[in-house]
Protein backbone atom coordinates (compact mmCIF):
# COMPACT_ATOMS: atom_id res chain seq x y z
CA UNK A 1 0.00 0.00 0.00
CA UNK A 2 2.71 2.34 0.80
CA UNK A 3 4.32 1.68 -2.70
CA UNK A 4 1.10 2.37 -4.34
CA UNK A 5 0.79 5.56 -2.12
CA UNK A 6 3.86 7.15 -3.29
CA UNK A 7 3.58 6.39 -6.88
CA UNK A 8 0.03 8.68 -7.01
CA UNK A 9 1.98 11.25 -5.30
CA UNK A 10 4.43 11.09 -7.54
CA UNK A 11 1.91 11.14 -10.61
CA UNK A 12 0.12 14.14 -9.10
CA UNK A 13 3.45 16.47 -8.01
CA UNK A 14 4.24 15.23 -11.97
CA UNK A 15 0.76 16.50 -13.21
CA UNK A 16 0.42 20.08 -11.11
CA UNK A 17 -2.73 18.36 -9.37
CA UNK A 18 -1.03 18.36 -5.45
CA UNK A 19 -3.16 19.80 -3.27
CA UNK A 20 -2.46 20.82 -0.07
CA UNK A 21 -4.53 21.34 3.58
CA UNK A 22 -2.75 23.88 5.15
CA UNK A 23 -3.24 26.92 7.67
CA UNK A 24 -2.37 30.47 5.20
CA UNK A 25 -3.38 33.39 7.35
CA UNK A 26 -3.26 37.23 6.62
CA UNK A 27 -3.82 37.03 2.77
CA UNK A 28 -6.40 38.80 1.31
CA UNK A 29 -9.61 36.51 0.37
CA UNK A 30 -10.36 35.89 -2.66
CA UNK A 31 -10.86 32.22 -2.11
CA UNK A 32 -13.12 31.26 0.57
CA UNK A 33 -16.99 31.07 0.47
CA UNK A 34 -17.80 33.52 3.16
CA UNK A 35 -19.54 35.97 1.01
CA UNK A 36 -21.40 38.00 2.96
CA UNK A 37 -18.63 37.99 5.77
CA UNK A 38 -21.20 36.23 8.38
CA UNK A 39 -18.51 33.70 9.36
CA UNK A 40 -17.12 36.63 11.74
CA UNK A 41 -19.85 38.87 12.17
CA UNK A 42 -20.47 39.69 16.31
CA UNK A 43 -23.93 38.53 15.97
CA UNK A 44 -23.50 35.09 14.82
CA UNK A 45 -20.85 34.51 16.67
CA UNK A 46 -22.73 35.75 19.69
CA UNK A 47 -25.39 33.02 18.71
CA UNK A 48 -23.21 30.42 18.76
CA UNK A 49 -21.76 30.92 21.68
CA UNK A 50 -25.11 31.44 23.74
CA UNK A 51 -26.24 27.42 22.23
CA UNK A 52 -22.68 26.09 22.84
CA UNK A 53 -23.36 27.40 26.73
CA UNK A 54 -26.83 26.56 26.34
CA UNK A 55 -26.38 22.89 24.68
CA UNK A 56 -22.50 22.59 24.84
CA UNK A 57 -19.86 21.60 22.35
CA UNK A 58 -21.69 18.52 19.87
CA UNK A 59 -25.31 17.41 19.38
CA UNK A 60 -24.73 14.18 20.99
CA UNK A 61 -26.23 11.92 18.54
CA UNK A 62 -28.30 11.46 15.81
CA UNK A 63 -31.05 13.56 15.51
CA UNK A 64 -33.50 10.97 15.95
CA UNK A 65 -31.77 9.85 18.92
CA UNK A 66 -31.37 12.89 21.20
CA UNK A 67 -29.73 15.12 18.60
CA UNK A 68 -32.45 17.31 17.79
CA UNK A 69 -32.50 20.51 19.71
CA UNK A 70 -34.35 24.15 19.85
CA UNK A 71 -31.21 25.29 17.97
CA UNK A 72 -31.99 23.13 15.17
CA UNK A 73 -35.51 23.90 15.31
CA UNK A 74 -34.96 27.73 14.90
CA UNK A 75 -32.47 27.00 11.59
CA UNK A 76 -35.35 24.90 10.39
CA UNK A 77 -38.02 27.94 10.49
CA UNK A 78 -35.43 30.20 9.42
CA UNK A 79 -34.45 29.05 6.35
CA UNK A 80 -37.98 28.47 5.42
CA UNK A 81 -38.52 31.86 6.01
CA UNK A 82 -35.41 33.26 4.11
CA UNK A 83 -36.25 30.75 1.16
CA UNK A 84 -40.08 30.65 0.93
CA UNK A 85 -40.35 26.90 1.28
CA UNK A 86 -42.81 24.51 3.43
CA UNK A 87 -39.85 22.49 5.53
CA UNK A 88 -36.56 22.19 6.01
CA UNK A 89 -34.56 19.53 7.46
CA UNK A 90 -30.76 20.15 8.48
CA UNK A 91 -28.44 17.89 8.17
CA UNK A 92 -24.84 18.24 9.63
CA UNK A 93 -23.05 18.98 6.31
CA UNK A 94 -24.21 20.23 2.81
CA UNK A 95 -22.34 17.40 1.19
CA UNK A 96 -24.50 15.13 3.42
CA UNK A 97 -28.14 16.64 2.59
CA UNK A 98 -27.09 16.11 -1.07
CA UNK A 99 -26.18 12.43 -0.19
CA UNK A 100 -28.86 12.39 1.35
CA UNK A 101 -31.83 13.40 -0.40
CA UNK A 102 -30.66 11.87 -3.52
CA UNK A 103 -30.56 8.20 -2.13
CA UNK A 104 -33.98 8.70 -0.35
CA UNK A 105 -35.62 9.66 -3.71
CA UNK A 106 -33.92 6.93 -5.99
CA UNK A 107 -34.02 3.37 -6.95
CA UNK A 108 -34.68 1.43 -9.72
CA UNK A 109 -37.90 3.07 -10.68
CA UNK A 110 -36.50 6.52 -10.56
CA UNK A 111 -34.58 7.85 -13.68
CA UNK A 112 -31.99 11.03 -12.16
CA UNK A 113 -31.01 13.24 -15.14
CA UNK A 114 -28.33 15.82 -14.34
CA UNK A 115 -26.25 18.71 -15.58
CA UNK A 116 -22.55 17.65 -16.31
CA UNK A 117 -21.27 20.60 -14.22
CA UNK A 118 -23.28 19.35 -10.82
CA UNK A 119 -20.94 19.15 -8.12
CA UNK A 120 -19.27 16.27 -6.71
CA UNK A 121 -21.45 15.68 -3.53
CA UNK A 122 -24.45 15.83 -5.86
CA UNK A 123 -22.61 13.04 -8.98
CA UNK A 124 -21.86 11.08 -5.19
CA UNK A 125 -25.45 11.01 -3.95
CA UNK A 126 -26.79 10.06 -7.95
CA UNK A 127 -24.14 7.02 -7.85
CA UNK A 128 -25.22 5.98 -4.64
CA UNK A 129 -28.77 6.28 -4.92
CA UNK A 130 -29.09 2.84 -7.20
CA UNK A 131 -30.96 4.84 -10.00
CA UNK A 132 -31.53 4.83 -13.75
CA UNK A 133 -29.02 7.81 -14.38
CA UNK A 134 -28.34 9.76 -17.39
CA UNK A 135 -25.69 13.12 -17.51
CA UNK A 136 -26.68 15.92 -20.42
CA UNK A 137 -24.36 18.52 -21.31
CA UNK A 138 -24.19 21.66 -19.29
CA UNK A 139 -27.47 23.91 -19.58
CA UNK A 140 -28.72 21.45 -22.36
CA UNK A 141 -32.63 22.30 -21.85
CA UNK A 142 -33.53 20.40 -24.80
CA UNK A 143 -31.80 17.29 -23.90
CA UNK A 144 -33.58 16.69 -20.64
CA UNK A 145 -36.85 17.15 -22.16
CA UNK A 146 -35.98 14.74 -24.53
CA UNK A 147 -34.48 12.54 -21.50
CA UNK A 148 -37.94 13.28 -19.69
CA UNK A 149 -40.23 12.26 -22.76
CA UNK A 150 -39.01 9.15 -23.63
CA UNK A 151 -38.52 7.62 -19.85
CA UNK A 152 -39.81 4.39 -18.76
CA UNK A 153 -39.26 4.93 -14.92
CA UNK A 154 -42.35 5.98 -12.94
CA UNK A 155 -40.56 8.78 -11.36
CA UNK A 156 -38.04 11.39 -12.17
CA UNK A 157 -35.42 14.23 -10.66
CA UNK A 158 -33.64 16.42 -12.48
CA UNK A 159 -30.50 17.84 -10.67
CA UNK A 160 -28.80 21.05 -11.16
CA UNK A 161 -26.92 24.23 -9.52
CA UNK A 162 -28.54 27.50 -9.75
CA UNK A 163 -25.34 28.92 -9.53
CA UNK A 164 -22.43 26.76 -10.63
CA UNK A 165 -19.44 26.29 -8.84
CA UNK A 166 -16.68 26.25 -11.17
CA UNK A 167 -18.01 28.39 -13.87
CA UNK A 168 -20.36 30.81 -11.71
CA UNK A 169 -22.82 30.65 -14.21
CA UNK A 170 -26.62 30.40 -13.83
CA UNK A 171 -29.13 27.34 -14.74
CA UNK A 172 -32.27 28.38 -16.69
CA UNK A 173 -34.77 27.57 -13.22
CA UNK A 174 -37.76 28.70 -15.14
CA UNK A 175 -37.40 26.38 -17.86
CA UNK A 176 -36.09 23.47 -16.13
CA UNK A 177 -39.00 24.09 -13.84
CA UNK A 178 -41.61 23.84 -16.53
CA UNK A 179 -40.27 21.15 -18.28
CA UNK A 180 -40.55 18.97 -14.85
CA UNK A 181 -44.15 20.37 -14.33
CA UNK A 182 -45.13 18.83 -17.95
CA UNK A 183 -43.32 15.66 -17.47
CA UNK A 184 -43.84 15.05 -13.62
CA UNK A 185 -40.61 15.14 -12.69
CA UNK A 186 -38.70 16.91 -9.55
CA UNK A 187 -35.90 19.36 -9.76
CA UNK A 188 -34.08 19.21 -6.89
CA UNK A 189 -31.86 22.33 -7.40
CA UNK A 190 -28.69 22.84 -5.28
CA UNK A 191 -28.47 26.52 -4.12
CA UNK A 192 -25.37 26.16 -2.52
CA UNK A 193 -23.68 29.27 -3.96
CA UNK A 194 -27.27 31.12 -4.62
CA UNK A 195 -28.27 31.68 -1.38
CA UNK A 196 -27.37 34.79 -0.01
CA UNK A 197 -26.31 35.93 -2.78
CA UNK A 198 -28.93 35.48 -5.63
CA UNK A 199 -32.22 36.89 -5.43
CA UNK A 200 -31.38 39.87 -2.60
CA UNK A 201 -29.77 36.76 -0.57
CA UNK A 202 -32.97 34.37 -0.90
CA UNK A 203 -31.80 32.28 -3.68
CA UNK A 204 -32.24 31.95 -7.04
CA UNK A 205 -35.31 29.57 -6.49
CA UNK A 206 -37.21 32.29 -5.17
CA UNK A 207 -36.31 35.06 -6.98
CA UNK A 208 -37.37 32.42 -10.28
CA UNK A 209 -41.02 32.56 -8.68
CA UNK A 210 -40.56 29.07 -7.65
CA UNK A 211 -40.47 29.14 -4.43
CA UNK A 212 -43.02 26.59 -2.40
CA UNK A 213 -43.59 25.13 -6.22
CA UNK A 214 -44.97 21.51 -5.10
CA UNK A 215 -42.17 20.05 -7.95
CA UNK A 216 -39.38 22.33 -6.88
CA UNK A 217 -37.26 21.06 -4.57
CA UNK A 218 -33.76 22.83 -3.11
CA UNK A 219 -30.62 21.70 -1.30
CA UNK A 220 -28.29 23.97 0.61
CA UNK A 221 -25.23 24.21 2.36
CA UNK A 222 -25.02 26.59 5.66
CA UNK A 223 -21.29 26.94 5.26
CA UNK A 224 -20.74 29.48 2.74
CA UNK A 225 -22.77 32.65 2.88
CA UNK A 226 -24.29 31.83 5.94
CA UNK A 227 -20.62 31.75 6.83
CA UNK A 228 -21.26 28.21 9.92
CA UNK A 229 -21.29 25.01 8.85
CA UNK A 230 -23.65 22.08 7.56
CA UNK A 231 -26.74 21.58 4.94
CA UNK A 232 -30.40 21.44 4.43
CA UNK A 233 -32.82 20.35 2.05
CA UNK A 234 -36.12 22.58 1.52
CA UNK A 235 -39.44 21.89 0.57
CA UNK A 236 -42.88 20.08 0.99
CA UNK A 237 -43.69 18.76 4.75
CA UNK A 238 -44.07 15.50 2.96
CA UNK A 239 -40.50 15.36 1.80
CA UNK A 240 -39.15 16.65 4.93
CA UNK A 241 -40.99 13.67 6.40
CA UNK A 242 -39.27 11.14 4.32
CA UNK A 243 -36.15 12.27 4.81
CA UNK A 244 -36.67 11.83 8.32
CA UNK A 245 -37.37 7.90 7.88
CA UNK A 246 -35.12 7.26 5.06
CA UNK A 247 -31.98 9.36 4.70
CA UNK A 248 -28.88 7.21 6.12
CA UNK A 249 -26.74 10.61 6.27
CA UNK A 250 -29.91 12.12 8.67
CA UNK A 251 -30.47 8.60 10.55
CA UNK A 252 -27.28 7.71 11.14
CA UNK A 253 -25.31 10.66 11.52
CA UNK A 254 -24.77 13.12 14.61
CA UNK A 255 -26.73 16.13 13.97
CA UNK A 256 -24.80 19.77 13.39
CA UNK A 257 -23.70 20.90 16.40
CA UNK A 258 -26.00 23.26 18.01
CA UNK A 259 -23.27 26.25 18.31
CA UNK A 260 -23.35 25.74 14.55
CA UNK A 261 -27.06 25.46 14.05
CA UNK A 262 -27.53 28.50 16.05
CA UNK A 263 -24.80 30.58 14.04
CA UNK A 264 -26.47 29.83 10.51
CA UNK A 265 -29.88 30.68 11.90
CA UNK A 266 -28.75 34.20 12.86
CA UNK A 267 -27.10 34.57 9.70
CA UNK A 268 -30.08 33.64 7.80
CA UNK A 269 -32.23 36.13 10.02
CA UNK A 270 -29.40 38.77 8.99
CA UNK A 271 -29.49 37.95 5.37
CA UNK A 272 -33.18 38.03 4.81
CA UNK A 273 -33.49 41.45 6.86
CA UNK A 274 -30.39 43.08 5.08
CA UNK A 275 -30.88 42.42 1.60
CA UNK A 276 -27.88 45.10 0.80
CA UNK A 277 -25.55 42.64 1.77
CA UNK A 278 -26.22 40.62 -1.38
CA UNK A 279 -25.98 43.68 -3.74
CA UNK A 280 -22.64 44.43 -2.18
CA UNK A 281 -21.02 40.97 -3.07
CA UNK A 282 -22.36 41.69 -7.17
CA UNK A 283 -21.15 44.85 -6.97
CA UNK A 284 -17.84 43.54 -6.22
CA UNK A 285 -18.43 41.00 -8.36
CA UNK A 286 -18.56 42.95 -11.11
CA UNK A 287 -15.70 45.13 -10.17
CA UNK A 288 -12.93 41.88 -10.32
CA UNK A 289 -14.90 40.84 -13.33
CA UNK A 290 -13.96 44.19 -14.83
CA UNK A 291 -10.51 44.40 -13.77
CA UNK A 292 -9.49 40.43 -14.72
CA UNK A 293 -11.28 41.01 -18.19
CA UNK A 294 -13.66 38.17 -17.85
CA UNK A 295 -17.84 38.54 -18.12
CA UNK A 296 -19.43 38.79 -15.21
CA UNK A 297 -21.27 35.81 -13.83
CA UNK A 298 -24.35 36.23 -11.84
CA UNK A 299 -23.37 35.37 -8.79
CA UNK A 300 -20.07 35.68 -6.19
CA UNK A 301 -17.80 33.25 -7.82
CA UNK A 302 -16.04 34.91 -11.14
CA UNK A 303 -13.93 32.21 -13.07
CA UNK A 304 -11.10 32.93 -15.04
CA UNK A 305 -9.47 30.16 -17.40
CA UNK A 306 -5.84 29.43 -17.53
CA UNK A 307 -5.41 26.94 -19.30
CA UNK A 308 -3.13 23.76 -18.19
CA UNK A 309 -3.14 22.87 -14.39
CA UNK A 310 0.76 23.64 -14.23
CA UNK A 311 -0.38 27.43 -14.90
CA UNK A 312 -3.14 27.40 -12.53
CA UNK A 313 -1.35 26.11 -10.13
CA UNK A 314 1.97 28.18 -10.97
CA UNK A 315 -0.55 31.67 -10.84
CA UNK A 316 -2.69 30.65 -7.38
CA UNK A 317 0.99 30.40 -6.12
CA UNK A 318 2.43 33.68 -7.30
CA UNK A 319 -0.48 35.31 -6.14
CA UNK A 320 -0.62 33.52 -2.51
CA UNK A 321 3.14 35.07 -2.29
CA UNK A 322 1.91 38.47 -3.37
CA UNK A 323 -0.36 38.65 -0.42
CA UNK A 324 -3.68 37.19 -2.43
CA UNK A 325 -5.39 34.06 -2.41
CA UNK A 326 -7.94 33.14 -5.11
CA UNK A 327 -9.19 29.08 -5.96
CA UNK A 328 -7.29 27.22 -8.62
CA UNK A 329 -9.36 24.61 -9.61
CA UNK A 330 -7.94 22.02 -11.81
CA UNK A 331 -8.57 18.27 -12.65
CA UNK A 332 -10.38 16.20 -11.32
CA UNK A 333 -12.21 19.62 -10.59
CA UNK A 334 -12.57 20.55 -14.04
CA UNK A 335 -11.28 18.38 -17.44
CA UNK A 336 -8.01 18.43 -18.46
CA UNK A 337 -7.16 22.25 -20.49
CA UNK A 338 -9.96 23.85 -19.14
CA UNK A 339 -8.41 24.77 -15.16
CA UNK A 340 -8.93 28.11 -13.77
CA UNK A 341 -8.75 30.51 -11.06
CA UNK A 342 -11.84 31.57 -9.21
CA UNK A 343 -12.30 34.56 -7.91
CA UNK A 344 -15.01 35.21 -4.68
CA UNK A 345 -16.31 38.28 -4.25
CA UNK A 346 -17.25 38.95 -0.60
CA UNK A 347 -19.41 41.62 0.56
CA UNK A 348 -17.10 42.79 3.64
CA UNK A 349 -13.86 43.65 1.05
CA UNK A 350 -12.98 47.27 1.38
CA UNK A 351 -12.86 49.65 -1.81
CA UNK A 352 -9.16 49.30 -1.11
CA UNK A 353 -8.97 45.37 -0.73
CA UNK A 354 -10.89 45.40 -3.73
CA UNK A 355 -8.97 47.47 -5.74
CA UNK A 356 -5.34 46.15 -4.49
CA UNK A 357 -6.18 42.48 -5.15
CA UNK A 358 -8.05 43.14 -8.64
CA UNK A 359 -4.91 45.07 -9.43
CA UNK A 360 -2.46 41.92 -8.11
CA UNK A 361 -4.86 39.55 -10.40
CA UNK A 362 -4.38 41.58 -13.44
CA UNK A 363 -1.01 41.53 -13.04
CA UNK A 364 -0.25 38.25 -12.68
CA UNK A 365 -2.34 37.22 -15.64
CA UNK A 366 -0.90 39.83 -17.72
CA UNK A 367 -3.27 42.69 -17.92
CA UNK A 368 -3.25 46.00 -18.31
CA UNK A 369 -5.00 48.67 -15.58
CA UNK A 370 -8.14 48.02 -17.32
CA UNK A 371 -8.00 44.81 -17.87
CA UNK A 372 -8.63 42.67 -21.32
CA UNK A 373 -9.09 38.92 -22.04
CA UNK A 374 -6.84 36.64 -20.03
Request: charged share 15%; net charge neutral.
Amino acid sequence: MDTWLASRAEVRIRRGLERTAEARPGLLDLASNDYLGLAADPRVIDAATAALLRHGAGARGSRVVCGTTEAHQDLENQLCLLAGQEAALVFSSGYTANLGVLTALGGPGTLVIHDAHVHASLLDGIRLSRSSTLEVAHHDVAAVAAALASRTQPRAVVVVESIYSVLGDAADLAAMAGLCARFDALLLVDEAHGIGVAGEGRGAVHAAGLAGVPHVSVTATLSKALGSQGGAVLGSALLREHLVNTARTFIFDTALAPAAAAAAARAAMIVRQEPGLALRVLANAAILAGRCGVPLAPGAVQSIPVGSASRAAGLAARLRSQGVAVGCFRPPSVPDGVSRLRLTARANLTAAELEAAAGTVAAALGLGLQGGQA
